[in-house]
């Protein structure tokens, strides 16, 4: 019985370790994520400095209490941005952690990202950033909860696991029209091969690829559409969010804004559609505060009961002195850096 026991927690730790790859952390709210996403999107926002927390429970319904838990924290500024002509360079460091399972296997991450944003025009406004990534990982398993007699019968088997990260990426914004502006980015994380394994097998944790981008259009003064969508691709999985939000402007004062968002989105995990996304977001003088919930669609939806799992983002921007203004002018209209 000891032996079967003992195989059971191989099968855990391997498959948890496993399933972390396809699980490594991703928001529905991405745009409210911006440094998990692509460190060239450091700075790129209209202020001079932000935070952002996000808060993620998913797979509650069927794993109760041991349901994946993850929480992220960030912070980015501009610098430099008057001596440089309206050009800048972002710094920024961001953290998670991530928790799931009954052997409290988790993750944490302390990261840190620069990046410089070049304006290529100014008329119609276009800018290209990029960004470098470095974090130092953590990962660690609760040994006390194996129902073992003895844990050190497992060869080779360790609690902590431990590496350093890079990665680096690009970002595009451009506004051809003034009812119009769109944005695109590039990112790969996980450049360096790192052995994340607790029983020292060999598992690359496998360079992760993103791809994103979003659209303002807008409708009307008060009325604007945002596509957005975000590709990942990371050793075997492959994954796509796509969504559309409206935007509708309650109120406008100079920079303090007050607007609802609302929306629908979708993720396709490989092969298949995984969950639809439902998206409520409003922004109140320099807040913005985002819900999201994810409903499961794929084959799992009847031991799950199609219930996904919630998330909570919470952005504050503190806005720049006037003399520090990175506002453009383009045709005659205002426009600020690129929306997130």
């Not at 700075?43 to 429970?57: E, I, S």
């Not at 050793?235 to 629908?264: P, W």
């Not at 799992?300 to 998330?311: C, F, V, W």
Request: hydrophobic letters at 40%; aromatic letters at 14%.
């Amino acid at each position: 019985m000891k032996s079967i026991i003992k195989i059971y927690f191989l099968i855990s730790v391997t498959m948890g370790v496993l399933q972390s790859q396809a699980q490594d952390i991703h928001f529905s709210q991405h745009y409210l994520s911006p440094l998990n996403v692509n460190p060239a999107l450091v700075g790129q926002f209209n202020g001079c400095f932000r935070f952002n927390m996000n808060y993620r429970n998913q797979w509650g319904s069927l794993m109760g209490s041991n349901s994946f838990k993850t929480t992220s924290f960030a912070a980015d500024a501009q610098i430099l941005k008057e001596q440089l002509g309206g050009n800048f360079i972002g710094i920024g460091a961001n953290f998670y952690s991530d928790k799931a399972g009954e052997l409290g296997y988790g993750t944490q991450v302390i990261g840190f990202n620069i990046g410089y944003c070049q304006i290529l025009n100014k008329k119609k406004p276009l800018t290209l950033s990029a960004g470098l990534h470095v974090s130092d990982w953590s990962k660690k398993l609760d040994l006390s909860k194996v129902s073992l007699d003895d844990v050190n019968d497992i060869p080779n088997l360790t609690a902590n696991v431990s590496f350093v990260d890079f990665g680096t990426g690009l970002f595009l914004y451009h506004q051809p029209l003034k009812w119009l502006n769109y944005n695109v980015g590039f990112s790969i994380l996980h450049l360096n091969s790192v052995n994340q394994t607790f029983v020292r097998l060999q598992d690359d944790l496998g360079k992760k690829k993103q791809f994103h981008g979003s659209a303002y259009m807008q409708v009307s003064d008060a009325f604007t559409l945002i596509p957005s969508f975000l590709y990942i691709n990371q050793q075997n999985s492959k994954q796509t969010q796509a969504s559309v939000l409206a935007k509708v402007l309650i109120d406008e004062n100079g920079d303090r804004e007050t607007s609802i968002y609302f929306g629908l989105g979708t993720r396709i995990a490989k092969p298949s559609i995984d969950a639809a996304t439902f998206y409520f977001r409003l922004d109140f003088y320099h807040f913005a505060l985002g819900l999201s919930y994810d409903f499961n669609v794929s084959q799992l939806r009847y031991e799950s009961k199609s219930l996904g799992g919630p998330e909570f983002a919470l952005q504050y921007l503190i806005r720049c002195p006037k003399s520090k203004s990175i506002m453009y002018r383009g045709r005659g209209k205002k426009m600020f850096c690129p929306r997130f």
